[in-house]
Nanobody, 126 residues
Framework: QVQLVESGGGLVQAGGSLRLSCAAS????????MGWFRQAPGKERKFVAG????????AYVDSVKGRFTISRDNAKSTLFLQMNSLKPEDTAVYYC???????????????????WGQGTQVTISS
């Protein structure tokens, strides 16, 4: 099992920045590809960014490319999402997720992530 706890959400104005963190514990979290997803009110949970186990490969949904950066510190078992130039449409609950065994490259499909955090609210005011 892998346990994930997000932090860093909040309320910011459009154009501002936030940095989300996800503390991982349990069974070898550092050997797994991980990712961030988000769910806006009344909408499905969607992929935002993913990162390989080493941190050397990343993937992003087109709408956040150039604004968001995913990174990880395996020594501290922590995943990050730096979010800049935030827009009202970025408002959502953001979830950290870890893949199951065998995935080393970034994964965009939520079905490959059996482990999820509880989510952190991000609200962007216009």
């Amino acid at each position: 099992q892998v346990q994930l706890v997000e932090s860093g959400g909040g309320l910011v104005q459009a154009g501002g920045s936030l940095r989300l963190s996800c503390a991982a514990s349990g069974r070898t979290p550092s050997n797994r590809a991980m990712g961030w997803f988000r769910q806006a009110p009344g909408k499905e949970r969607k992929f935002v960014a993913g990162i390989s186990w080493s941190g050397g490969s990343t993937a992003y949904v087109d709408s956040v490319k150039g604004r968001f950066t995913i990174s990880r510190d395996n020594a501290k078992s922590t995943l990050f999402l730096q979010m800049n130039s935030l827009k009202p449409e970025d408002t959502a609950v953001y979830y950290c997720a870890a893949t199951g065994g065998g995935y080393v490259l970034p994964q965009t499909n939520a079905d490959t992530y059996p482990y999820w955090g509880q989510g952190t609210q991000v609200t962007i005011s216009s």
